[in-house]
Every structure is written in structure tokens, then in C-alpha cells.
């Protein structure tokens, strides 16, 4: 399995927000996004009478005690949104606090059940878990990692805070300070849980015996037309069958097809070596009956090309409508694989659902770390099925980002689907048989379960 950045690595950004009650490279960038140099300053100074500025000046305080008297309890979403409205004010800063104690410091004293709610909705897992990641990460090579340090990243990644709002939270001096800390985290995580398992046979054993998983493309936007008309940066990834991702290939521009990114990756240039391992696609064989041996697979959607060790869905131009048994096995395989594909699109919805820093349209500046922090936020995803802290709160579910990142796909596919049939007819003719064998005998399967 590999784990694959085209191009630089890493990032910064800011803002998200919502309410519950109470119940790489060798040195770490000190990069700063230009909004986080000074978040309160306005393009053009109002024209405010005196009375005015002073009702805002009592407004701003006022909201100033509520957060910092209900901190521990306000959901960070909705923290930092009334903190942006706050400092957006034409009013001076107010001054800094002078508290010994950080937000975190009181958050560790305050939540120190295993399963209080807050860890989730914060750092978006238990507190076992964040202390099992700390552990981890924490060896003999970085002995002085404080578990500050990780809950700052933690919170960035999760709710896209800016790093001005992580100072007083989590006790930097300064921004470039926070920022050194993010990079310096991610990189740790890169290193540590970057060695990703080989995908098991064990995708779905008996309608698809010997499968390891599936093939997909995650799209992450980007402002402006740098990458394209569809302004994205491209992700493949395959995903196994307990939706972790056992092999990522990050950042390839969206002006590319997935057949040209899929034909460049590594993922690729190994299958298709003769002289090097190929890894899981080296598994066991499995017999299907007339003399065929199939080994270890992934599927992947129509606009990638027929392989032995890649299985992609019927022409369904070339379907007939006739009911014999060998149309019905190829209908029949085209929705168990369209189905299955699913699993790698639910797996980049729930990166970007938990990991809120993917959630909005990168700024051309900050291109080059993105693919960086998309690995970053995908490992973790790993690391969080392995824990069993993979369900997301309810809340943290944003159906219309997902849905509108899925329709840019799905017009992609049929733009592409032509183009992409031209190639089927010269696929290998072993990879037919292949393909025309696992349909058959998922027809036997689902006749025999239905009898």
C-alpha cells in the first residue's frame, strides 16, 4: 500500500460554525495565512458617531464574558463564529487575558470522564482515544510533545479554527508559534500512522471473492481557476472493507481524467511491474470454476480501464434486454459494483465531515500544503475505525457540502463514461474472462440465497 503526495505538503486557513447545551519536508514551515495576521482589520473604517461605537464597545464585552463564562461548554463551531463577529467589530482588541490557565488547561479539568460528550464534539473522539494518539505519537526521537500541541491541531483540523483562536485556547506565544506546532503535528502523524495495511481479500467473500476493496476519487475544491473550471484538487484512494483507506495518492489537479491520474500513480506503476512485489495484489488465487483463477482485485468505476486486478462494471450500452442467465449476471454484477463503489465516496464524506479544514475552498496560496493535510486528516480517519471512534455526532454532518462535492463527480463520470467505453474493447482478453467468471458466480450466489 502507499501513501502518495504529488507535489508540496502542508497548510493553514480559518473559520466554521452550531449550538448543543451543556450536558514532507525535513524542517516545518512557520507558514501563516494572511487572514490570521490580523483578523480585526477592516477594509474601509466606518463612520461611526460615538454612540454607536460605545453600544458596540458594550455589546463587544458583553459577548466577550459570555464566551469566556461558557467556553467549556458552547460548541467550538459556534465559539469561533460569534469570536469572527467579535473581532470583525471597528473597535480596538480587547486586551488579553492574564489567566495562568489555558481553555485547555480547564477542559482537562472539567471532562475527565472517558465518555463526557465534549472530547467528541472538540477533538472529535474520546478521550481514551485522543491520550492512545498522544501515546503514539510521543517517542524516544520527540519525548517533549504536549498533549497541547496535538489538541491545538486536533482543533484546527476539526473545526477549521484560525490560528489566532487557538493563543489563549491552548497557550502559544504567538501565531507563528501555533502555526509551527500544526505543522510539526501533522508531520508526526504522517510519519507515525503512514504505514498503511494491505487492503484483505475479505471486501464482500461471496459475492465477490477475493476483492480488497474499491477504487475512488475524493474531490477538494480550490478558489479561483488555478486547477481548472472545476477549481478542485483530486485525491485516489482505495478504500477496504472496514472504510479505511489503504492506499492514497494526493493531489492531482483536476484537469486531469482519472484514467491519466490513475495510469500515473504508483498504485499503478507496481501492479503493473514484473520485477517488484506488487504487494496485496501478490495474494492467493481463489478457483471459480471452468479452469479460472482469479486473484487479488479492486473495483473501480467505468472510466478506468478493464485490468486483471482491476474490475470495472459492464458496458451498459452493450447490455441486451434479453433474460438470459448471462445478461442477468452482468446486470446483476453492474449493481453489486456501483453499490460497493459507494464505500469510497461515504469514506471521503466522513473526512470531510470530521476533518471541517477540508470543508471549504482552499485559497490558490495555500495549494501546495493541501495535499498534505488531506493525507493528515485520511490517516487519522484510519486511526479513528482501528479505535472505534469512527461514528460521527449528528451534528457534525455537513449533507450539503458532501452533496454538492458528489454531483461535481457524478457529471464528471458521465462526461468521461464515452471516452472511457472506447478503451473497454481493448481491454485484455484474460481480464473479460476474469470479469465474466466473478459475474457468474455472483449470479449463483444470489440464485442460491434467493432459493
Sequence with gaps: SHLTLVGKAMVAGAGNSYLIGKSAANETPAFVNSSDRDPTNVPEKLCLNDQLL???????AVTRSFLKSNDLFLPPSQY???????????????????SASTWFNRFLTSAVEDDDPRWYICFGMSRPTFFHLLSILSSSDSPSLRSSSLAATIFRLAHNAPYKS????FGFDSVADASRAFFTICKLINEKLGQLDDPKPDFSP????????????GRFKVDGKLLGSKGSLIVQAIVDSSGRFADISAGWPSTMKPEAIFRQSKLFSVAESESESRSFLDGAHCELGKGISVAPYILGDSRLPLLPWLMTPYDSSSLNEEEDSFETSRREFNNVVRSALSRAEIAFDKVRARWRILDRKWKPETIEFLPFVITTCCLLHNFLVNSGDYELPEECVNEDVAGEMRKDEEDEEEEEEEETKSSEGEAFTESRRIRDAIAENLSRVSSTKMN
Design 80 to 98: 469561533l463564529r460569534i469570536e469572527s463577529l467579535v473581532s470583525s467589530l471597528p473597535l480596538a482588541p480587547s486586551p488579553s487575558s492574564t
Design 54 to 60: 460605545s453600544r458596540l464597545s458594550s455589546a463587544a
Design 206 to 217: 461471496r459475492l465477490l471473492p477475493n476483492c480488497c476493496g474499491v477504487l475512488g476519487f
Design 166 to 169: 487557538l493563543l489563549l485556547r
